[in-house]
Nanobody, 114 residues
Framework: QVQLVESGGGLVQVGGSLRLFCGAS????????MGWFRQAPGKEREFVAA????????YYADSVEGRFTIFRDNAKNTVYLQMNSLRPEDTAVYYC???????WGQGTQVTVSS
């Protein structure tokens, strides 16, 4: 299977930026798509962004379109989520996901303070 480890979360002020990292191991990284999800307290986990195997296509939730960017480096087995213009409603635990293997990381907390 695939093991995923996220990092890069933290506390940031409204309007600030963070970059999340997700390292993968266990399978050929360039052979599967990747995604980011998030879960806020008391809410269900929701889709944030996804990227195809080569990185040629990306997809975003409406709520983050234009502010977040997903990209990957297949040589480093890593997928990234660049988050700009952060808002309080972006506060959540962020998880990376490899849907082909139904694999999830442990999550990384992002808190946006006003």
């Amino acid at each position: 299977q695939v093991q995923l480890v996220e990092s890069g979360g933290g506390l940031v002020q409204v309007g600030g930026s963070l970059r999340l990292f997700c390292g993968a191991s266990g399978r050929t990284f360039s052979s599967y798509a990747m995604g980011w999800f998030r879960q806020a307290p008391g809410k269900e986990r929701e889709f944030v962004a996804a990227i195809t195997e080569s990185g040629g296509s990306t997809y975003y939730a409406d709520s983050v379109e234009g502010r977040f960017t997903i990209f990957r480096d297949n040589a480093k087995n890593t997928v990234y989520l660049q988050m700009n213009s952060l808002r309080p409603e972006d506060t959540a635990v962020y998880y990376c996901n490899a849907p082909r293997w139904n694999s999830w990381g442990q999550g990384t907390q992002v808190t946006v303070s006003s």
